[in-house]
């Protein structure tokens, strides 16, 4: 296991769709890795590509304790999800979102609210996730990164949706 370095926006890397994994002993170290880089972070998910794998693979932990102070909001703790797939979208909710790949924006994303993610954990194990609010953004955000989209891409009007950060901590 390794803390790898995270990509920062522009890498062209964040911007290319994700190969479909296979499962296998490099995808089992590169899923530790990326785990183990996540918790190494501020943030509540990271994507492969984030860390230089080219494979459809996400972490996310909303329930770990915020640099705020702030309550962890609920969720299902580490959610480590192998080719997951958004296969019901409900109703529409708008969150600031911020991203270890891009340190200095953050910004106001409408996302669906509920989601249902149908995947493989680590073990090859077919699981079915389904969530509201803020972890619900994080899953959305987090396989967004496996299409090579960005929160950026997603802001719509950089006027009145998109901030500079003025401290540290990330989605
Ligand atoms: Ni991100």
């Known amino acids: 296991m390794a803390v790898r370095d995270i990509l920062l926006f522009p890498d062209p890397r964040l911007k290319a769709p994700c190969r479909e994994a296979a499962f296998s002993a490099e995808l089992r170290a590169a899923l530790k890795d990326l785990e183990e880089t996540m918790y190494a972070s501020p943030g509540v998910g990271?994507?492969?590509?984030?860390?230089?794998?080219?494979?459809r693979a996400v972490a996310v932990d909303v329930t770990r304790k915020p640099p705020s102070g702030r309550p962890a909001p609920a969720g299902?703790?580490?959610?480590?999800l192998v080719n997951p797939r958004?296969?019901?979208?409900?109703g529409e909710q708008k969150m600031r979102e911020g991203c270890l790949s891009i340190p200095d924006f953050l910004a106001d994303v409408r996302r669906a609210a509920r989601v249902r993610v149908e995947a493989w954990d680590a073990d090859e194990?077919?699981?079915?996730?389904?969530?509201a609010g803020f972890e619900a953004v994080a899953l959305q955000h987090e396989i967004d990164h496996l299409e090579g989209?960005?929160?950026l891409d997603r802001v719509e009007n950089v006027k009145t949706d998109l901030f500079r950060r003025k401290k540290k901590g990330a989605a």
Do not use: C, K, S, Y
């Not at 990271?46 to 494979?55: K, R, S, T, W």
């Not at 958004?86 to 409900?90: A, D, G, P």
């Open 149 to 151: 989209l960005l929160f």
């Open 125 to 131: 194990r077919p699981v079915i996730v389904e969530t």
């Open 76 to 80: 299902h703790g580490l959610l480590l």
């Open 46 to 55: 990271l994507a492969a590509p984030q860390i230089g794998v080219d494979a």
């Open 86 to 90: 958004i296969t019901l979208m409900e």
